[in-house]
């Protein structure tokens, strides 16, 4: 340990990454919205933040608690349709000014909401489960959840979900600038619980259930919190996908997209937020990038996955996070200066 | 009398499917009993075994049982080559990797057939036929008898093979405990490939039971069939054969009979209620092993 | 301190420029080989081309619905760039793969946009097209679908009958519940049903509106339906639902699906010893190898596509030239028209002289299109009505001998 290392005191290192965030956040919206990024652009890159959401959400139940949910997609569901009925039900498309912000802002959180009490819901069961059975549980409660949008309709005796015709004209709220904030929201709300005493004691649940449980942490208050925490990031993700999309469908909610977003969060490294986001830019990219081939890009894409894995086990990152403070004071003590320049995001 | 022969059938019918999802099911408990793994790519294994009855009755027209003999050679040693090529390097990695390479593979072989065949479904003409049985007004089709039969068959020859054999031995002795398995001299390596050849062949199998119930082949026919038979293994107790083959009948008999009830829309509902149930109740499955957790 | 957050701001900034350089250098490399690949079938071009997207799912769970139509597209625009092109302009064809996703469907649709398309053939799948439908409809691009069977694609809303119609979206295809009713009152007059059973794939909405419409018209012409039984996508096991039809044992079963499933029902129909007829939609097109002929002697459905007639003997022989194989459903003859529909378009409002790709002459595209009346295509005579659907007959189509046979126009 060096006794003369420089370090950035607290308040000033909460002050440059916020300046930096905001910054980052007019900074890219002027840029997309400037006449240089085409609708094509922009549509591919509010794939990637939804995306991103999901995986860096997914992350949470996967990487820091160490659970293998395989239903991911339910809660994204869940989500999106709640946030799709909702913004249908108050008509957001014809509110203008601030009502209109004030509909949107309600559709995302309420989103979250209704998607995190299932994770409540769900969690408290299946997480009295361990490794691949909690796998299978939440696979599933996935599963159903998606019978049941498919088919609450005729039980109900009204039309809620539209069943299998699926969700329509739900107004398309969705934008650049709505992903992007959400994005960083839910990165910095993310990291600053996992930097918090909850965050540590789901970390050290990870690491040792038993050993957690006896220095007195309160492991099942925990595991249903980031459980939680991650069906709310989840259902913000699909609030964002139906207004982006602007019509649902229950089948696109199926088993194979939450694999799907595992893959973007083992590919990434479990456990390291930027290796969530990088992989789910990159696979989210990727398809797209390989257009050229069509006939073949789904045999690349999944050649590159078995690949990967095989070279690189532990995913892009491994357990790596970045931390901009972290690199700024390498810079202030030169002697230890390793030059990496991770320029990505905005913890 | 109608409403007791209708019930009759419908329960072959239930005995029938559920026959092929056990088969299935076996592959992935046998699997996951020795590396612990959930091989997401048994389901495809079925498919290729089923384009390759399907290459061979009609497009180069064998007999029958040469198709047969070839689909299980064929699938089996694809089994193999799977482990040795994508799963064997990935042994001390962490198993979430192992699970992402198998999902990968599966991807893999889907994506591949459907470049090289297409996308449609290969019909396959029948080539098992024989007289169907009448029990009152109830039939009992000559493929369900086979289905039914051959299924028995195999698991009488399976359990036989675990419990009496060298390998059967080296095989629990590997899935109880792999390290002190190797010190006693079982060779790792070995052991693993022969449980991979046995479920791959089990797959080989059913997709020929398969081909002769449904007659159709397609790239993505082993996706939900993987999946309901994953479910059917976990259902029972995942690494236990008995519990396989228990689980296989059951969400059989559950699909059929709640079709049977008119509400065949709430199926996968149904069955995916019936694993989280049982699950709840008894987390190691209905013939699961109680597990212990060591500190 | 400065001099770091500079730094990391440059670093940041560069990563988003990188991201975007990224895909927008693939992108070019992908047009670049798009424009050879077609520039290979239409070497002969002058006085400029007309460039036309076409969305289609060639991967996935239903691509072989989706590469039969990229096919019949292709087919007729070859045909045309081989005559020369519209006013001697070539077709410059831009495809993409949407897996029949809605939001791959979304983005692809974006890149033809910025690909700077004229028109817009697809897509496929329900759900697909109308997520491109809410966007083309958005920006005025003109549309057509081979295959999207629902109302909602070209209305906003099916269930309200003044509801604004997507003006830019047309289809080449049969609206679902016109086959059900059709259906219904076949089953009725010509077959003397007095009971039926459906069996329908849910959460398929083709499937599903065909039932319902089915359902209504046969409680209002006064036949029983004594059994709806429904499967899910990827089910190839309906022997317990066909147990049940078969114990209530009606006189007509109604399955609308589409024909690999609907081989695999009658077979275990049959198997459980159900005698009576099979009725289906335009879904059974190509069902004859998915079930012996014993098995589908007597049943029937509607088609707009009367296979093996005269009509069509033209287009069957040119797609086995073309690709090899005999044209596997009715999703191919239907995109054949559909390009045919959108070229007619196309050249109607080309000959007007407007520049390429304009609003305007997207305009006149809708314009021209709409006013189809009487061309005469592979699956029947178009002219659309006031929800931009064509009004054109359905053929009955028996399957005799193991033949799909022409039986009647109803």
Request: net charge negative; glycine share 12%; charged share 15%.
């Amino acid at each position: 340990m060096k006794t003369n290392r420089k370090t950035i005191p607290m308040p000033m290192r909460y002050l440059i990454n916020t300046v930096l965030i905001v910054l980052f956040i007019l900074a890219s919206t002027l840029f997309v919205n400037s006449d240089a990024v085409s609708g094509y652009f922009t549509k591919i890159l509010m794939v990637i933040g939804i995306n991103i959401i999901l995986a860096v959400s997914l992350n949470i139940a996967t990487g820091y608690l160490g659970q293998l949910p395989l239903g991911h997609a339910g809660f994204m569901a869940v989500g999106a349709y709640t946030g799709g009925i909702f913004l249908k039900a108050v008509d957001a498309a014809k509110a203008t000014g601030g009502t209109y912000y004030l509909y949107v802002a309600a559709a995302l959180v309420l989103s979250g909401i209704v998607a995190g009490i299932f994770g409540i819901l769900i969690g408290v069961p299946a997480l009295r489960l361990k490794g691949d059975y909690l796998a299978i549980i939440t696979l599933g409660f996935g599963e159903i959840i998606r019978v049941v949008l498919t088919n609450i309709d005729s039980v109900l005796g009204f039309d809620l979900t539209y069943g299998a015709s699926g969700l329509k004209r739900i107004p398309k709220i969705t934008t650049f600038f709505n992903v992007l904030l959400c994005v960083v929201l839910s990165c910095v709300v993310i990291h600053m619980v996992m930097k918090s005493r909850h965050g540590r004691a789901i970390l050290s649940i990870r690491e040792n259930e038993i050993a957690a449980e006896s220095c007195g942490i309160r492991t099942t208050y925990y595991k249903v919190m980031a459980f939680t925490m991650s069906a709310f990031f989840a259902g913000v993700a699909g609030c964002l996908y139906a207004g982006y999309l602007g019509s649902l469908q229950p089948s696109s909610f199926g088993f194979m997209k939450s694999i799907e977003i595992l893959v973007m969060v083992v590919l990434g490294g479990m456990g390291s937020m930027l290796g969530s986001i990088l992989s789910a830019t990159v696979l989210t990219a990727l398809p797209e990038a390989l257009r050229a081939f069509s006939d073949y890009r789904m045999v690349v894409y999944s050649l590159v996955l078995v690949l990967m894995m095989i070279f690189k086990p532990t995913g892009l990152l491994g357990q790596y996070d970045f931390s901009l403070s972290r690199i700024l004071e390498k810079l202030m003590n030169p002697k230890k200066s390793a030059g990496k320049k991770e320029g990505a995001s905005h913890e | 009398m109608a409403f007791l022969s209708t019930l009759f059938s419908q329960v072959i019918n239930g005995l029938q499917s559920g026959s092929i999802y056990a088969l299935v099911a076996l592959g992935y408990s046998m699997v996951y009993g020795i590396i612990m793994l959930l091989n997401f790519a048994h389901g495809d294994i079925i498919m290729v075994g089923a384009y390759v009855v399907w290459m061979s009755t009609a497009n180069f027209g064998f007999h029958p049982i040469v198709s047969i003999l070839l689909a299980v050679v064929v699938s089996t040693t694809l089994g193999v080559v799977i482990e040795k090529v994508a799963y064997a390097p990935l042994r001390s990695s962490p198993r979430l990797s192992l699970l992402i390479t198998a999902i990968g593979i599966s991807f893999l072989l889907e994506n591949g057939f459907q470049l090289i065949f297409g996308a449609g479904a290969k019909v396959v003409p029948d080539f098992l036929t024989g007289p169907s049985v009448h029990l009152g007004s109830a039939t009992i089709s000559f493929s369900a008898i086979v289905t039914i039969v051959v299924t028995v068959l195999m698991m009488a020859g399976l359990t036989f093979l675990v419990q009496k054999t060298k390998l059967g031995k080296a095989m629990r002795a590997v899935s109880e405990d792999m390290g002190a398995a190797q010190l006693m001299g079982i060779n790792l390596n070995t052991t693993i490939s022969f449980t991979f050849a046995m479920g791959s062949a089990l797959a080989g199998v059913a997709s020929v039971l398969y081909l002769s119930s449904y007659g159709q082949a397609s790239p993505t026919m082993g996706s939900m069939l993987g999946l309901k038979a994953f479910v059917a293994a976990v259902l029972g107790g995942i690494g236990s054969l008995p519990g396989a083959m228990l689980g296989g009948f059951v969400i059989g008999m559950a699909e059929a009979l709640v079709s049977a009830a008119g509400l065949s829309v709430w199926k996968d509902g149904v069955v995916f209620a019936i694993l989280i149930i049982v699950l709840l109740v008894k987390p190691t499955g209905l013939m699961g092993k109680p597990m212990t957790e060591k500190v | 301190m400065k001099k770091f957050v500079s730094v990391a701001l440059a670093a940041t900034m560069a990563l988003s420029l990188v991201a975007c350089g990224g895909s927008a250098s693939s992108a070019a490399s992908s047009a670049a080989n798009s424009t050879a690949s077609s520039a290979a079938s239409t070497a002969s071009g002058e006085g400029g081309t007309i460039k036309v997207g076409v969305l289609a799912n060639t991967s996935g769970d239903y691509a072989i619905y989706g590469n039969a139509v990229k096919n019949g597209v292709m087919l007729y625009i070859n045909e045309i760039n081989g005559k020369g092109g519209i006013n001697g302009k070539q077709i410059e064809v831009f495809d993409y793969d949407d897996k029949g996703d809605p939001t791959e469907a979304v983005t692809a649709f974006n890149r033809l946009v910025d690909d700077g398309v004229t028109a817009v053939i697809g897509s496929v799948l329900t759900g697909a097209t109308i997520a491109v439908a809410d966007e083309s409809y958005a920006i005025g691009m003109p549309q057509i679908t081979a295959s999207a069977t629902a109302a909602g694609v070209t209305v906003l809303d099916p269930e309200d009958p003044e509801s604004e119609v997507r003006t830019n979206v047309f289809r080449s295809c049969f609206i679902d519940p016109f086959q059900g009713e059709k259906m219904a009152e076949y089953a009725s007059q010509e077959l003397g049903a007095k009971t039926a059973a459906v069996i329908f794939e849910t959460g398929n909405d083709y499937s599903e509106g065909l039932k319902n419409a089915f359902v209504d018209k046969c409680k209002e012409l006064g036949i029983e339906v004594v059994s709806e039984e429904a499967y899910t996508k990827g089910d190839v096991d309906f022997k317990a639902q066909m147990t049940t039809i078969t114990s209530k044992n009606p006189d007509v079963v109604f399955c609308p699906n589409y024909y690999q499933d609907d081989g695999n029902i009658v077979k275990q129909a049959r198997a459980a010893g159900y005698t009576g007829t099979f009725m289906g939609g335009d879904g059974w097109g190509g069902v004859a190898g998915y079930a012996s002929a014993e098995e589908l002697e007597g049943s029937v459905y509607c088609s707009g596509y009367a296979a093996g007639t005269d009509d069509v003997k033209t287009f069957e022989t040119a797609y086995k030239d073309a690709y090899g194989e005999d044209v596997p459903n009715m999703f191919a003859p239907l995109g054949y028209d559909a390009a045919m529909l959108m070229c007619n378009a196309l050249s109607a409002a080309d000959d007007q002289g407007l520049e390429t790709g304009s609003d305007d002459y997207k305009a006149a595209v809708i314009d021209a299109m709409k006013s189809t009346d009487g061309l005469k295509g592979v699956t029947g005579t178009y002219k659309f009505d006031q929800y931009n659907n064509p009004i054109k007959s359905a053929a009955i189509m028996k399957l005799e001998g193991g033949k799909e046979v022409f039986s009647e126009m109803f």
